[in-house]
Nanobody
């Protein structure tokens, strides 16, 4: 079955950085775009970023544009989200997602921002 596995979360100080990874298996990764979404404590899902299958187009929500960077390595079946200049409001569980007729979600990786 198609599967995505998120990793790379952890505890960082404000202003710090992390790189999240999303490893794909069970499907042709290069045929699909990838999205990152997050859920902060007590809040709903927030869409963050996407990258198309051939890396020609990328998109970001205004609150993270300039601080986060999405990328992918189709040869390795991995997508990434580089988080920089992290703020307390960035604390959340981060998910990678394949949106299609049959959506696939990662299990989520937690980012904690604390001084």
């Amino acid at each position: 079955q198609a599967q995505l596995v998120d990793s790379g979360g952890g505890v960082v100080q404000p202003g710090g950085s992390l790189r999240l990874s999303c490893a794909a298996s069970g499907f042709d990764f290069s045929r699909y775009g990838v999205h990152w979404v997050r859920q902060a404590p007590g809040k709903g899902l927030e869409w963050l970023s996407s990258i198309d299958n051939d890396q020609e187009r990328v998109y970001y929500v205004d609150s993270v544009e300039g601080r986060f960077a999405i990328s992918r390595d189709n040869a390795k079946n991995i997508a990434y989200l580089q988080l920089s200049d992290l703020r307390p409001e960035d604390e959340a569980v981060y998910f990678c997602v394949r949106l299609s007729g049959d959506d696939v979600w990662g299990q989520g990786t937690r980012v904690t921002v604390s001084s």
